[in-house]
C-alpha cells in the first residue's frame, strides 16, 4: 500500500499532521511518502505541481492532500497558482468523482445556522462530476472583440461517455444506501445538461431499482436549504457540485468537519477536505483537523474497500465530539476549546480505547 501525502499550503501542514498521526495508528507510516504541491510546489520547484509530485502520485494507491492556495500567489501567471496544481492533479490522475458527504453531527446542531428539525441526522452525498465542464472546457480566454472590448469566455461541454461514467458511480453509491438519486442540472437553458440528463435517464435503465429524479439547480439550491432531508445522493456537474456541496457543507455547521474524496474509474483516490487552506488561521493551531481526518476514514472505506476501519474513525469523531471538545470554528458555550495539535491527539486517544 502507498500512500503519497501531500500537506499543500495555509493549514495544510498541520491538518494533514492531525490525519497522519490516525494513519500512523493503523501501522501506516511505512506507506507514507510526501511531496509538494500548490505553493509549497512553486516555492521549491517554480511548479504548483512538480513532475516529482506527480510520479509519486501516480504509484500511490491513494493521496491524503491538505489544501492548497495563498493570497500572495494571486498575482502568478495563472498556469503557476496552487489551485492550478490541484486542477492538474485531478485531471491527470482522472479524478472524475468527486464524493462529499454532508454528515450533522448531533454534537453539533447548534453550530448550523438552520433550526435543529431542518438538520437533525441529515446525511447526503453529493456526488460533483471533476474533470469535465466549464472548468476545463476548451475553448477559453479573454480576448478582445470587435467593439475593442476585453471579452472573457469559457465553454461548458460534456461528452456522453463523461455523463455515462459519473452516472454509473452515482447510481452504484445510491444502490448501497437509500436508493435515491437526484439528478441536478440545467437542462431548461443549458444545451450540455441538457444532454446531461437525457444519459442520466438512460443509464438509470441499468439501475431500476434506484428512484430517480431531476431538479434545476437553482431549485436544488433552494430545496438545500428548505428541506435537506429530502436528498439522499445528489448527482451533479462540475460547476453545479461546487457550489451546492459548498453550501450543503454549511448545513452542518463548519466547513471544518467535511471530508471528500475523489475517485477515478478503480477506486484509486484523492482525499481531501472540502475547505481550503485557510491562510486566515495558518500557523495558529486554530485549525479544525477532523475533516481532514474524516478523509482518511473515507479513503479506508473507498479505496481500501474497509468499512471497519472507517467506522472506528468515524466513532473516535463522534467521541471526541461527545466529550465536549471543540476548535474555534464549532465552539459553543460550554464545551472545551482546543487547538488542532489537541485535537487530533483526541481522537487517537478514542481510537485507543
Ligand atoms: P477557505 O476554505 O480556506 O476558508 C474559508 C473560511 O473558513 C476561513 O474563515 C477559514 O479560516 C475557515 N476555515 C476553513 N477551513 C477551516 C478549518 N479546517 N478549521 C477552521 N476554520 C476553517 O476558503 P478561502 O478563504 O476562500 O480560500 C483560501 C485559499 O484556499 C485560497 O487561496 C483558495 O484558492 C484556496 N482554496 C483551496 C481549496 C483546496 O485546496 N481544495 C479549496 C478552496 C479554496
Redesign the pocket.
Given at each position: 500500500m502507498k500512500i503519497a501525502v501531500l500537506p499543500?499550503d495555509?493549514?495544510g501542514p498541520e491538518?494533514v499532521k492531525q490525519a497522519v498521526k490516525v494513519l500512523k495508528f493503523f501501522d501506516l507510516e511505512k506507506s507514507l511518502d510526501y511531496a509538494a504541491i500548490g505553493g509549497a510546489g512553486y516555492e521549491e520547484f517554480k511548479d504548483p505541481l512538480p513532475k516529482s509530485t506527480l510520479e509519486l502520485a501516480l504509484k500511490a494507491d491513494a493521496i491524503l492532500l491538505g489544501?492548497?492556495?495563498?493570497?500572495k500567489y494571486d498575482k502568478l501567471p495563472r498556469d503557476m497558482r496552487?489551485?492550478r496544481g490541484?486542477l492538474r492533479i485531478r485531471q491527470s490522475l482522472n479524478l472524475f468523482a468527486n464524493l462529499r458527504p454532508a454528515i450533522m453531527f448531533s454534537e453539533l446542531i447548534h453550530a448550523s445556522s438552520l433550526k435543529a428539525e431542518v438538520v437533525s441526522d441529515l446525511d447526503i452525498l453529493i456526488i460533483r462530476e471533476l474533470t469535465g465542464d466549464i472548468y476545463f472546457g476548451e475553448p477559453r480566454g479573454i480576448v478582445t472583440n470587435k467593439k475593442n472590448e476585453r471579452e472573457g469566455f469559457n465553454t461548458m461541454r460534456y461528452s456522453e461517455s463523461e455523463i455515462k461514467r459519473i452516472a454509473h458511480v452515482a447510481f452504484r453509491t445510491a444502490l448501497k444506501r437509500s436508493k435515491k438519486l437526484c439528478s441536478v442540472d440545467k437542462a431548461n437553458v443549458l444545451e450540455s445538461t441538457e444532454l446531461w440528463r437525457e444519459i442520466i435517464i438512460q443509464t438509470g435503465k441499468e439501475y431500476p431499482e434506484v428512484e430517480l429524479s431531476h431538479m434545476y439547480v437553482d431549485n436544488a439550491a433552494m430545496q438545500l436549504v428548505k428541506n435537506p432531508k429530502q436528498f439522499d445522493v445528489i448527482v451533479t456537474g462540475n460547476i453545479f457540485g461546487d457550489i451546492l456541496s459548498d453550501q450543503a457543507s454549511m448545513l452542518t455547521g463548519s466547513?471544518?468537519m467535511l471530508p471528500s474524496a475523489s475517485l477515478d474509474a478503480n477506486n484509486k483516490g484523492m482525499y481531501?477536505?472540502s475547505?481550503?487552506?485557510?491562510?486566515?488561521?495558518a500557523g495558529q493551531d486554530?485549525?479544525?483537523p477532523l475533516?481532514t481526518i474524516l478523509s482518511v476514514a473515507m479513503m479506508f472505506k473507498y479505496t481500501f474497500n474497509d468499512q471497519d476501519k472507517f467506522n472506528l474513525i468515524e466513532n473516535a469523531v463522534r467521541g471526541v465530539l461527545n466529550r465536549g471538545f471543540r476548535?474555534e470554528?464549532i465552539y459553543s458555550n460550554g464545551t472545551n476549546l482546543i487547538g488542532c495539535e489537541e485535537m487530533g491527539d483526541k481522537v487517537i486517544e478514542r481510537l485507543e480505547v
Open positions: 499543500g495555509g493549514i491538518i489544501a492548497v492556495g495563498d493570497w496552487p489551485e490541484l466547513i471544518g481531501e477536505p475547505h481550503g487552506s485557510a491562510p486566515d488561521i486554530k485549525a479544525n475533516a476548535t470554528d
